[in-house]
């Protein structure tokens, strides 16, 4: 994934004294050869040390992208000479994130089943709960209570019956706790529950509170996902509420996967009529509107919630509701195997 930040570094006017202005540079003319295998770059003194993870590359595409990043460095005048360190201790974690325009609308539903589905679909997944409003996952997952253990100052995320382990906020401190959190507390929360243990886990799904505060700033600046899926019910006020949760992704530069509608359509149980408590169809307009994919829809469906509470998520099953998510994931799947 490109960074083209290169114009705004102009544009900020900032003055050549400024030692930040050449890191950035190399840092952007960086973004197209080495995209998120950057680990680090510091610049000082003419000398740029960088750090590389090369997981999963063999000899020849390292030795590849050495000569790449050294070839993009050197016509820099502030880099006089390049150092670089190669990594390739840990798998390359990608962080999808989960996101909402407001509560309520099934956000933590959808993220919990999508890791289950992934799993299934055999992928190597991990789920963080990062809704400092109303951590849902530890209940969900059918993990309440449990706490995380620490290795070498690490949190190893908690099993859970589904082959998803997850770390919860909520398995962090007693409800209603983090929600007086200030920014550095939750920076730090944040960092301790994605940079924790996990393992050969190479996907971690991130349940984001709703809406656009400081948690998700700090999972975008910080931890660079390579996604946001944004869950939305299909009437306007949640759909207007999505689309500033698209704008916060996108001016943080995190490509949105696409839009997954919850609580379309109600099947009555009794007598199988379906009806539209909240419209259908919205969401899959508005995001064919803003140039999104959509992922799927999910139906308002009265054996979702109660499987979710009685800790017996949809997509761990076979059946038309694990399908639902099934098939979102399948999407999920397939975009992050475009974006390798
Ligand atoms: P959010 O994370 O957006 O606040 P939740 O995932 O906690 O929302 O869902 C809110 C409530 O709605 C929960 O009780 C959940 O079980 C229920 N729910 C979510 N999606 C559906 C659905 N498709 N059908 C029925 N109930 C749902």
Not at 137 to 147: D, I, Y
């Amino acid at each position: 994934m490109a960074d083209h930040n290169h114009d705004h570094a102009h544009d900020e006017g900032r003055g050549h004294d400024d030692g930040q202005l050449p890191e950035r540079q190399a840092k952007d003319a960086l973004a197209e050869v080495a995209g998120p295998r950057l680990q680090s770059l510091v610049l000082k003194d003419g000398v740029a040390t960088l750090v590389l993870e090369v997981h999963g590359l063999n000899r020849l595409e390292r030795d590849r992208l050495e000569i790449a990043v050294r070839d993009a460095l050197r016509p820099l005048a502030a880099v006089r000479e390049t150092r670089i360190a190669m990594t390739a201790e840990k798998p390359r974690r990608r962080i999808v994130a989960v996101g909402s325009g407001k509560g309520g609308v099934g956000k933590s539903t959808l993220s919990a089943n999508i890791a289950i589905a992934l799993s299934r679909q055999g992928r190597k997944v991990g789920l963080v709960d990062a809704d400092i409003y109303g951590p849902s996952q530890p209940r969900l997952m059918a993990n309440e209570g449990q706490r995380p253990e620490a290795k070498e100052s690490k949190l190893i995320p908690v099993a859970s019956p589904w082959g998803v382990p997850i770390l919860s906020i909520g398995h962090l401190v007693p409800p209603g706790q983090a929600i007086a959190w200030r920014g550095p507390m939750t920076a730090n929360a944040m960092g301790q529950l994605i940079d924790a243990e996990w393992g050969d886990a190479d996907i971690i799904i991130v349940d984001l509170p709703p809406g656009t505060g400081d948690v998700q700033l700090t999972m975008i600046q910080r931890h660079k996902p390579v996604g946001a899926v944004i869950v939305s019910t299909p009437q306007d006020l949640a759909l207007m509420d999505a689309t500033r949760a698209i704008q916060m992704f996108e001016s943080g530069d995190v490509p949105i996967i696409g839009m997954v509608e919850n609580m379309a359509g109600y099947l009555c149980p009794h007598c199988g009529e379906a009806s539209d408590p909240f419209g259908q169809g919205g969401c899959e307009a508005a995001a064919k509107a803003m140039g999104h994919a959509f992922l799927g829809r999910v139906p308002l469906d009265i054996a979702i919630r109660q499987d979710s509470d009685a800790g017996r998520p949809p997509a761990a099953f076979d059946g038309p509701q694990g399908e639902a998510f099934a098939a979102i994931a399948r999407r999920v799947a397939a975009w992050l195997d475009e974006q390798k």
